[in-house]
């Protein structure tokens, strides 16, 4: 994780954000997630605090891990997610310090 760093963030619903430690070019990818299913069952016994990290895709629930969790939504993100190979694609050059910002409206490219 040393591309990339945590620190408080102005756009997040938990205040925290995921930040460039590099410069990122165009179509680079930026972070890279292993994302963990579950069962309903599994989702039912997560504590509140960690159910805020899931999301379903193609009826299947999945989990994410830090820092992917913490990756702020944007009408006008830097980064496009593909969920099938689980990882963020740089839509444009992105600068050291830029938060990274998905739109997590759109499931994939």
Same mark, same amino acid.
């Given at each position: 994780?040393?591309?990339? %760093? /945590?620190?408080?963030?102005? %756009? #997040?619903? /938990?205040?925290? #954000?995921? @930040?460039a +430690?590099?410069? @990122?070019?165009? #179509?680079?990818?930026? %972070? *890279? &997630? +292993? /994302?963990?299913? /579950?069962?309903?069952?599994e989702?039912? *016994?997560?504590?509140? !605090?960690?159910?805020q @990290?899931?999301?379903?895709?193609? #009826?299947?629930? &999945?989990? &994410?891990?830090?820092? $992917?969790? &913490?990756v702020?939504? !944007?009408?006008?993100?830097?980064?496009?997610?593909?969920?099938?190979?689980? @990882?963020?694609? $740089?839509?444009?050059?992105?600068? *050291?310090?830029?938060?990274?910002?998905?739109? !997590?409206?759109?499931?994939? %490219?």
């Amino acid at each position: 994780m040393k591309d990339l %760093i /945590l620190k408080n963030s102005k %756009i #997040g619903q /938990l205040d925290k #954000g995921v @930040f460039a +430690n590099k410069d @990122f070019k165009n #179509g680079e990818v930026v %972070i *890279k &997630y +292993n /994302l963990k299913p /579950l069962t309903e069952e599994e989702y039912k *016994k997560l504590p509140k !605090s960690e159910k805020q @990290f899931t999301h379903r895709h193609w #009826g299947q629930i &999945y989990l &994410y891990p830090s820092p $992917a969790r &913490y990756v702020n939504h !944007s009408s006008n993100p830097n980064t496009v997610q593909n969920l099938k190979k689980q @990882f963020d694609v $740089a839509l444009r050059d992105i600068k *050291k310090g830029e938060e990274i910002t998905t739109d !997590s409206s759109k499931d994939d %490219i």
